[in-house]
């Protein structure tokens, strides 16, 4: 199987500031046939179940703010929130859907 | 408006087996893979299976072949996740989840999902 690990474990930023969570697949999930990242990033808050955020990596899914971008390729991947509101405090969750599908850790996001 | 509506909260002995159900509505239900992903309690999301609502291909993660069976009925857009020969560290929330593969042998990502159901697993 694939391991997913996510970077920080916990952050904690201030309002209106950038949040950059980190996500390292323990091999390559870029599919080169058609160029395309199998990643997808979730956010979950208390009681809830996740919210799918962005998917191929950096598709943003609709509805979703676009202070929420996603980057990255091959092995490494980046979830930037480019300014911190009150209402993204959560866990956050890379997945990788190359193989067997495994989710990252995840990273407790609060505000500092 | 898409919806995924499980089954409630279930309290099983160790041993037993327990039936989830995930009911959806508002979209094309053979249009869709359904994934089944749990979280235990204070922990992180594990995928526990895909099925293709198209031709009933499973996928099962190898850690539960043999004890996870997924079906789904297309006359009532329903899916359905079987556990069985349970132990205490498969108490957890069980999701139901849409995928965005149909067909095939394997999953893709999940755009939305149920509400949860609770397995507690204890004598």
């Known amino acids: 199987d694939i391991v997913m690990t996510q970077s920080p474990d916990s952050l904690a930023v201030s309002l209106g500031e950038r949040a950059t969570i980190n996500c390292k697949s323990s091999q390559s999930v870029l599919y080169n046939s058609n160029n395309k990242n199998f990643l997808a990033w979730y956010q979950q808050k208390p009681g809830q179940p996740p919210k799918l955020l962005i998917y191929?990596?950096?598709t943003r899914e609709s509805g979703v703010p676009d202070r929420f971008s996603g980057s990255g390729s091959g092995t490494d991947f980046t979830l930037t929130i480019s300014s911190l509101q009150a209402e993204d405090v959560a866990v956050y969750y890379c997945q990788q859907f190359y193989t067997t599908p495994t989710f990252g850790q995840g990273t407790r996001l609060e505000i500092k | 408006q898409v919806q995924l509506v499980q089954s409630g909260a279930e309290v099983k002995n160790p041993g037993a087996s327990v039936k989830v159900s995930c009911k959806t509505s508002g979209y094309i239900f053979l249009s869709y893979g359904i994934s089944w992903v749990r979280q235990a309690p204070g922990q992180g999301l594990e995928w526990m299976g895909w099925?293709?609502?198209?031709?009933?291909?499973?996928n099962y993660p190898q850690n539960l072949q043999g004890r996870v069976s997924m079906t789904t009925d297309t006359s009532t857009s329903t899916a359905y996740m079987e556990l069985t020969s349970l132990r205490s560290d498969d108490t957890a929330i069980y999701y139901c989840?849409?995928?965005?593969?149909?067909?095939?042998?394997?999953?893709?990502?999940?755009?939305?999902w149920g509400q949860g159901t609770l397995l507690t697993v204890s004598s």
């Open positions: 191929w990596a950096s």
């Open positions: 989840a849409r995928d965005l593969k149909a067909s095939g042998n394997s999953p893709y990502y999940f755009d939305y």
């Open positions: 099925i293709s609502t198209y031709n009933g291909n499973t």
